[in-house]
């Protein structure tokens, strides 16, 4: 088969604009999780603001009773929708990696039939 230089620049050209495509993805990706996280931080200051400092704004006998009950209340916040964030994070996170770094760098699709491992085709092409 004859060398097309043509050819070849082509495929150049569209693998690169595939990279360049790839890294503004991978980076809004990131900036996905980087958003998630501030949020995060975020709630966590309007959440201890709202509840134990203001118990810690009352007078002394009754600051003691008041951060009691605020820091249940804080407590259940903080387990209900922080905790949830945390998890939705990591999945997030984790899914991120599967489906944007894994498919964009190790997968071809190459058009070749799927054929999963299978110890026993292994054991029997050993014994032939």
Known sequence: EEFDFGELAIHQVIETIEYVLGTVSHTASY????????AHQQLSVVFLSMTLLGGMTQPFPLNVITCYFYFALWFIITLG???GMDVLECFLHVLRLHWVEFQSKFYKAEGSAFEPFCHRAVLHQKED
């Open 81 to 83: 929708i922080l905790l």
């Open 31 to 38: 900036l996905r999780l980087w958003a998630l996280s501030l």
